[in-house]
């Protein structure tokens, strides 16, 4: 059986719940992302924004784009959370099941890494 720690993890673009929404536009951009987590205070991912999010629940409501905080607009909870410790076969079950293709990975409760199906063939194909 193999573990989430043995798979290389995307070092993934996150934001903290307070931060606005310019600072989320920002970084999307900026790293040519079309996601971006949310973690809260303990480093831990509570929710996720998209570039459809920010069209639909900021830009098509007419929301202050420097007054509007991640918290706001993030959908939550996070469907999946992996951790160091699960069995990498089993985390790519579930995320065939919800048809998710980035899963945060925490250690003892904080934010590691992004899992993709990528990263997860490139550690069963090692002998």
Known sequence: MKKVAACELFKGVVIEEDKGI???AKLIHKFQERRIFVLDKKKYPVGIISLVD???RVV????????TKAKTIMSYPVKLIADVGDDVVKVASKMVHFDI??????????????LTYANILKAL???
Request: hydrophobic share 40%.
């Open 54 to 56: 920010i069209n639909d």
């Open 125 to 127: 194909d090692k002998k």
């Open 60 to 67: 098509a409501k007419g929301l202050d784009l420097k007054k």
């Open 101 to 114: 293709y980035y899963v945060p990975v925490i250690s003892k409760g904080v934010f590691k890494g992004i």
């Open 22 to 24: 310019m600072d989320v």
